[in-house]
């Protein structure tokens, strides 16, 4: 078992910057499973937001965070984190942290969860 825990969200204002970190604790060490980012915007259901496995050159993004956002792991910190660029009012969500065996975008896939850490981009 793992468990996730966030942090590092808050308020920017647009074009600013903010990184995420996710720390990994339990029996199992996260840097065995694919990580993962997903985001929650008010009264929308959540979206896959980026990727990475076990081997960190393997990282899948969704369009709309290429070239704005890096997805990165510390193994020997068991943690991962989301370096997130150029924000805009749009990434405005409640951001997760989950672990699955597989590098993929449905939520099904994973098997473990973080509580979340708001991120608020104001224009």
């Known amino acids: 078992q793992v468990q996730l825990v966030e942090s590092g969200g808050g308020l920017v204002q647009a074009g600013g910057s903010l990184r995420l970190s996710c720390s990994a604790s339990?029996?199992?060490?996260?840097?065995?499973?694919?990580m993962a980012w997903f985001r929650q915007a008010p009264g929308k259901e959540p979206t896959f937001v980026a990727a990475?496995?076990?081997?960190?050159?393997?990282?899948h993004y969704t369009d709309s965070v290429k070239g704005r956002f890096t997805i990165s792991r510390d193994n020997a910190k068991n943690t991962v984190y989301l370096q997130m660029n150029s924000l805009k009012p749009e990434d405005t969500a409640v951001y997760s942290c989950?672990?699955?065996?597989?590098?993929?975008?449905?939520?099904?896939?994973?098997?473990?969860w973080g509580q979340g850490t708001q991120v608020t981009v104001s224009s």
């Open positions: 989950a672990a699955g065996p597989v590098r993929a975008i449905d939520q099904a896939q994973y098997l473990y």
């Open positions: 339990g029996r199992t060490r996260s840097n065995s499973y694919t």
């Open positions: 990475v496995s076990r081997d960190v050159g393997r990282t």
